[in-house]
């Protein structure tokens, strides 16, 4: 419609074929088939029609500017093929990449012990399919055990290291007397493996974690072991958060030479209705359009919700909402609330 519009309202040396081939190139990347084609007759027939009314340029030129466009628009045809063929492949990429992260990072039970737990994993808008995070709970003679890491990088050398800390994790997480016996074994199997396993790259990959344990009466305090992860937040029925930082800096899995001292397990008050989320940096990380950094802190004090489900789902909408609808980063969220009842 520009192109005709142009065409009838300028001078007669002036022509704009551009417009017209531009038409169904364009229809190619954002129409299907059925339409790319449609486009491409009318641009075609409406070139025609104008230099044949007007009579404007000698017919040489007349031919040649309807043939450049419906040589075009057949070009643009076999583009959108191709573009419907790359589409449909990022999709059938995308949903094995999804299958295989729920395989490898499985939903968590929704209830151990005293506990009331969901999970949440929201991946990347990017190239990189398969991310690093993860989460983890298992309940034993010790009682609940929850962990929570982010593994450095993407893709499917992440994706092993997941593979690796989550198999470990879950066997340690039931012989080990402790939090701190437990995150040594980690560290241990994850130093050991680099060793073995150049695809996890040993040089600079590291996992930072948070380790959980809540006794199965629920009638002893929460503990909490942090390897340079962001601090988990309890949340109160009233409102409040507290933020949980640990007690001594300690540096990622991987990492355990630079550590000045042993890791510990620092003991939290967790009363019955609170509850305490872990989450990894793709929610701390989540930016606005000024490049202000998300503050789940801030953004949940005050508020309160009936139960781990719905926390996490105003989560996601509300970061979702706070980056304009981008997710810039791997997200994994895990939320456990203290409902004494039925253990």
Known sequence: MAGAALDIATPDHLTFTPFFAAAPMTAAAVRSFRGTLFVGIVSTLAMAVLLIVW????????????????????????????????????????????????????????????????????????????????????????????????????????????????????????????????????????????????????????????????????????????RGHPPPLLLTPGGEVRVLRPSAETPPFGLGDLAVAPARADPVDFPPDATLLLYTDGLSETRNAEGRFYDPAEALRGKAFPGPEELLDWLLADTRRYAGGGAPDDMALLAVRHDPGPV
Do not use: C, W
Not at 62 to 82: D, I, P, Q, R, Y
Not at 84 to 99: F, G, I, K, N
Not at 119 to 139: F, H, K, Q
């Open 55 to 226: 009579d404007r340029l000698p017919a040489e030129q007349e031919m040649l500017a309807t043939a450049t466009v419906g040589t075009v628009s057949v070009l643009a045809l076999f583009t959108n093929l191709l573009v419907t063929e790359r589409t449909r492949q990022a999709a059938s990429a995308r949903a094995v990449a999804e299958a295989v992260q729920h395989a490898v990072v499985p939903d968590p039970p929704a209830r151990a012990g005293p506990l009331a737990i969901a999970a949440r994993y929201r991946a990347a808008e990017n190239d990189a399919l398969i991310g690093g995070d993860l989460y983890a709970v298992v309940r034993n003679r010790h009682g609940v055990r929850l962990m929570v890491g982010d593994v450095r990088g993407k893709g499917l050398g992440a994706t092993e290291t997941v593979a690796v800390l989550l198999g470990t994790f879950h066997e340690a997480a039931d012989e080990a007397a402790d939090l701190p016996e437990l995150e040594q074994r980690l560290e241990s199997t994850l130093s050991r493996e680099h060793g073995r396993r150049p695809t996890l790259d040993g040089l600079e990959g590291f996992v930072t974690g948070v380790l959980a344990e809540l006794p199965t009466a629920g009638d002893g305090p929460l503990r909490v072991l942090n």
